[in-house]
C-alpha cells in the first residue's frame, strides 16, 4: 500500500547495467525487472527502484543519498559484497547502537551495511 507523503521509489545511476544487477543479484539476492536497454527496476528490498544508464555515480562525498542495508551477520555480508566485485571504501566500524562498512559496486555507486554487532 503506498502511503501519502512517504518514501515510494529510488533510483540509481548505473554505468554498467549489467554489472550492476548481477552484483545485487549475487551479493543481496535481487531480481530485476528490465524495462529496455537502459532501465532495470526492483522491487520488494525495503523500498522498490531501480538502475538506469548513465555516467555518473552516487557517493556520500558527491553529495548523494547514502543507503544502508541492514545485515545479521555483517561479516559474512561483507564477503559477499568482496566476492561480487564490490569495493570497500570504508572498513567495519563502530558507531552507537551498532557498526558498519561502506562500499561501491560495478557502477561506482557508495552503498553502507549496518548490524547491532560485528559477531
Partial sequence: ??????????????KDLTATKAFFSAAFDWSFVNYGPDY????DQGLDGGFFRSEQS?????GGALLVFYSADI???LAKV??????????IFDF???CRFHFTKPS???FAVWSESKD
Fill in 96 to 98: 552507537p547502537g551498532g
Fill in 1 to 14: 500500500m503506498h502511503k501519502d507523503g512517504k518514501l515510494n521509489y529510488v533510483e540509481f545511476p548505473a
Fill in 82 to 91: 568482496q566476492q561480487q566485485g564490490g569495493i570497500v571504501i570504508k572498513p
Fill in 58 to 62: 552516487s557517493t556520500a562525498a558527491t
Fill in 108 to 110: 561506482g555507486n557508495e
Fill in 40 to 43: 532495470a527496476a526492483f522491487s
Fill in 75 to 77: 561479516r559474512a555480508t
